[in-house]
């Protein structure tokens, strides 16, 4: 989880949630055991991004090479 942390566009470090996400995909995420992301929303400069930190394993298997 990114809690206390500062976005990363505007440095601010107060945020509010916006929902759930499931990130279920046809994979089995060694990351996360339920699979659940928390999107919130920069309370300064209105970025929207998810809380929890996704390494570049986990996101490779979230947005595959066909996403893009």
């Known amino acids: 989880m990114r809690d206390n942390m500062a976005c990363d566009l505007c440095n ?9 996400v499931s990130g279920k995909r046809d994979y089995d995420s060694p990351y996360k055991k339920d699979n659940i992301y928390t999107i919130v929303k920069c ?15 986990e996101l490779s298997n979230i947005y595959s090479e066909g996403y893009f």
């Open 12 to 20: 601010e470090k107060k945020y509010s949630e916006l929902f759930k």
């Open 43 to 57: 309370n300064n400069c209105g970025l929207v991004y998810t809380k929890d930190d996704l390494s570049l394993e």
